[in-house]
């Protein structure tokens, strides 16, 4: 499927400025996407309705991109990396990933297209399965695929280093280990199958501000390495700035304002962007 509907109304400034107009095709359109909870007007009610989180979404993410949606708690963040698992489907609007209508592909369509995307949680205590070894850990998303175990045994060794660690954390459990090394297992686990897209959820979130310093130095090594398209969510600015190049604001589900990342900071339009701004430089 071609983009050429879509190019002028969401292709990125900064890639404009790259040049690169006529060689990029988008990985993943947000198409005035409105999504949703079901929730009940009463106890006893038999008819539930949608409480929308997110109203007329409209982004784009191009290869090589380093995109930051940034928003407080409860701006819609989580509901878009929902939607981009597949984990909700939107009342209306298309997500399209890689080329294809995301919610009209059939199960298995759409898990090829997640061997292409890594995806890394927030808060690495809860999310990595405590009575599994490392090793464990990072073979799930291989084993998956069929892959012998003598490949993910040497594509563990390799991603563990990557990211900073000995291979002697394969062999321990995730409470031998401190929040920064769960954090880079974490990462380690989504790079593990090579993914096109590494989408990080708030990945500083839960460590120390010395720990938080050398994982941001991580990510953006992961995207010199690698050459992939990085999207980061996270409600912290500082976070942002380190990490990407574009930003996205997101209020209430709505999307107050975007650009480049240094436009955003230096010349804020919307008085919500002003806001996050101030609050930023006075910390």
């Given at each position: ?12 400034k900064t890639l404009l400025g790259r040049g690169l107009l006529g060689e990029l095709e988008p990985l993943i359109v947000f198409d005035n996407v409105s999504a949703g909870y079901r929730v ?244």
């Open positions: 499927m071609r983009y050429s509907s879509y190019r002028s109304q969401f292709i990125p009940l007007k009463g106890f006893w009610s038999l008819f539930p309705r949608v409480r929308l989180v997110l109203h007329n979404v409209s982004f784009t993410a191009y290869p090589g991109d380093k995109l930051a949606i940034i928003g407080e708690s409860g701006a819609g963040k989580t509901t878009i990396i929902k939607i981009l698992l597949g984990l909700l489907k939107p009342v209306s609007g298309r997500v399209l990933v890689f080329g294809k209508d995301l919610y009209t592909l059939k199960s298995s369509e759409r898990m090829k297209l997640y061997r292409r995307i890594g995806y890394v949680p927030q808060d690495p205590g809860r999310s990595l399965d405590p009575k599994l070894q490392v090793i464990d850990i990072l073979a799930e998303p291989l084993e998956a695929q069929g892959v012998p175990w003598r490949i993910i045994e040497d594509k563990a060794r390799k991603v563990i280093g990557f990211v900073g660690l000995s291979d002697k954390v394969l062999d321990m459990y995730p409470d031998q280990l401190s929040g920064g090394m769960q954090q880079r297992v974490l990462i380690a686990r989504a790079l593990i199958h090579d993914p096109e897209v590494l989408i990080l959820d708030e990945p500083t979130s839960a460590l120390d501000v010395s720990i938080q310093a050398q994982i941001i130095k991580l990510i953006n090594k992961i995207y010199e390495a690698r050459r992939l398209t990085l999207i980061l969510v996270t409600h912290d600015l500082a976070v942002a700035q380190y990490i990407a190049d574009r930003g996205i604001v997101l209020r209430k589900g709505i999307i107050v304002e975007e650009g480049a990342l240094e436009e955003l900071i230096k010349e804020p339009r919307s008085e919500y962007t002003r806001l996050l701004v101030k609050s930023y430089m006075f910390e």
